[in-house]
């Protein structure tokens, strides 16, 4: 079975629970999305109802054709949507693959969901898909993403200068991070075990 279908599967710890994305989860999503602080480095924006539904129109067009596999985060100590993240850029044959289009509502941010949902989504890579390589890549401006990611063991690797348009035009600079399977185990144990630190709230 190939990467697309192994990795759309149901995630869960007792912190968190992640599910591929559906129809069903169009209006709670909405609910925490609405808020143009998520969307800053984000390479769409997302501050009307039409943008929103671009938004998810998109994510479920990319789930279904096998681009990319969107899972929608549930906080289980409120059961509420807290947000989304996704596998995508997935190179099987080169097992490569990436986490990120991650973001968490308002009402969620540093209260560990990142660590514990990019926890889930690593594991997953290296331990069932059999993945050599997780990267990740944000906004070079975006120091919250990059101090976040740093704080669940990605090393950075370095800068693509000009690699994409922004929303208004600006050309973003992108900034790549990864975990190699030979440094999966210390990242496993230090994400179980570290205290709640400043959390990764928006790759973009």
Not at 132 to 153: P, S, W
């Amino acid at each position: 079975m190939a990467w697309n279908e192994n990795a759309a599967v149901v995630l869960e710890n007792e912190h968190v629970l992640l599910r591929p994305v559906t129809e069903a989860d169009r209006e709670p999503v909405r609910a925490v999305a609405m808020d143009p602080d998520i969307w800053k480095y984000f390479v769409s924006a997302v501050e009307t109802d039409a943008d929103f539904e671009k938004f998810f129109d998109t994510c479920l067009a990319d789930q279904s054709a096998g681009r990319r596999v969107v899972q929608i985060i549930t906080d289980k100590s409120t059961g509420r949507v807290a947000g989304s993240m996704s596998y995508g850029n997935m190179a099987e044959a080169d097992l490569r693959l990436e986490i990120g289009w991650s973001w968490l509502g308002r009402d969620f941010r540093g209260q560990g969901i990142n660590r514990w949902a990019k926890y889930l989504l690593l594991e997953h890579a290296f331990e069932q898909l059999g993945a050599e390589r997780v990267e990740f890549k944000t906004d070079i401006l975006n120091t919250q993403a990059r101090r976040g990611l740093r704080n669940i063991g990605a090393v950075e690797e370095g800068t693509l200068r000009s690699y994409n348009f922004m929303p208004g035009g600006r050309r973003r600079d992108a900034i790549f991070y990864s975990v190699l399977r030979a440094e999966w185990p210390r990242v496993k144990d230090e994400l179980a075990t570290k205290p709640k630190v400043a959390q990764l709230d928006a790759v973009g």
